[in-house]
């Protein structure tokens, strides 16, 4: 099955740092989505990626398909940017099931 | 989007018994999963439930142990049976709304067995 590879696993910013988060998979993909777990195990919608690139506020998101992977970019980190950044696709090839990478755990200090 | 709520958001369990875990949308949709996230761990899918047909497993879940009703086009239960402290994880509800593959969450329910 598909492979899903996030980098790096773990991240610690100063407050007003920008970082890239990275995310590899290994087979064609209907759809790409980034999620951010809160430190209480909430999900949030970050972005719905295919392909292309989207911004919203200080997070930008490009994924590139033909080349597999896609990229989470941070910019003027705050601390409730702090918890886990997961991307999880959609394989073309199994449409029911969702394949989540396994997360960058982040943490952005004053 | 989609408004998701899930209940209980937590409880504390005793081994061997079982915890029956509610999910509601404030709109129709089709389909409906279940996954649960151990400790420190990812998003694994425990299985589809599509209202008025039987819930698809994934590998390594099997109905006995997590029975799921789909009665309706807004509501789900999974009910976690029988457990022991493996179970102690969070169990996640989500939808896929504008049937584009984009999936919303609800806020989760944080399960831990004693």
């Known amino acids: 099955g598909i492979q899903v590879e996030q980098s790096p696993p773990d991240l610690i910013l100063q407050e007003g740092a920008n970082s890239t988060l990275r995310c590899n998979f290994s087979d064609s993909v209907n759809n790409l989505q980034w999620f951010h777990q809160n430190p209480w195990g909430q999900l949030i919608n970050l972005f719905y990626i295919p392909s292309g690139t989207k911004q919203n506020g200080r997070l930008s998101a490009t994924t590139v398909a033909t080349e597999r992977y896609s990229l989470l970019y941070i910019s003027s980190s705050q601390t409730t940017d702090s918890g886990v950044y997961f991307c999880?696709?959609?394989?073309?090839?199994?449409?029911?099931?969702?394949?989540f990478g396994p997360g960058t755990s982040l943490s952005v200090i004053p | 989007s989609a408004v998701i709520s899930q209940k209980p958001s937590r409880d504390i369990c005793q081994r061997g018994t079982s915890l029956t875990i509610q999910c509601q949308v404030d709109s129709q949709v089709t389909m409906m999963f279940w996954y649960r996230q151990q400790p420190g761990q990812s998003l694994t899918l425990i299985a589809t439930a599509n209202q008025g047909s039987e819930a698809t497993y994934e590998s390594g879940f099997v109905i006995d142990k997590f029975p799921i009703s789909r009665p309706n086009l807004t509501f789900s239960t999974l009910t976690v049976s029988n457990m022991s402290p493996e179970d102690s994880s969070i169990y996640l509800c989500s939808v896929e709304v504008y049937q584009n593959y984009e999936q919303y969450f609800g806020p989760g329910t944080r399960l831990t067995v004693t």
């Open positions: 999880a696709v959609f394989p073309k090839t199994s449409y029911d099931k969702v394949i």
